[in-house]
């Protein structure tokens, strides 16, 4: 089981749309081109009211950033930006 901790840097969006249940999560691993292996894990969130959001990692952002992208359910909300979240897979 491979474990890491990531920064949320923001909703995906594009120039007209903003999808707020997918969010773009930094990996802080070693090496940042191994962050596809984290596809399909899941990821959870945690908050200072004690709320808990569950997620699943979709797809990369880019080649060798170490960016992958996050589907929450709920979504999750704007204060969330540049906290951590623990990805597992």
């Known amino acids: ?3 890491a901790k990531g920064i949320i ?3 995906r969006r594009g ?3 903003q999808y ?3 969010v773009l999560v930094k990996l802080l691993i070693d090496d940042p081109r191994k962050a596809g292996m984290f596809v399909g894990g ?3 969130y945690r908050d200072k009211h004690g709320n808990t959001y569950k997620g699943r990692v979709l797809r990369l952002h880019g080649r060798k950033n ?3 992208v996050v589907r929450f359910e709920p979504s999750l ?3 969330s930006i540049g906290d ?3 990805v597992v897979k």
């Open 20 to 22: 707020p249940r997918q």
């Open 77 to 79: 909300p704007g204060q």
């Open 84 to 86: 951590i979240v623990d």
């Open 9 to 11: 840097m923001g909703y």
């Open 42 to 44: 899941r990821a959870l």
């Open 1 to 3: 089981m491979m474990k």
């Open 66 to 68: 170490g960016v992958v």
């Open 15 to 17: 120039t007209n749309t």
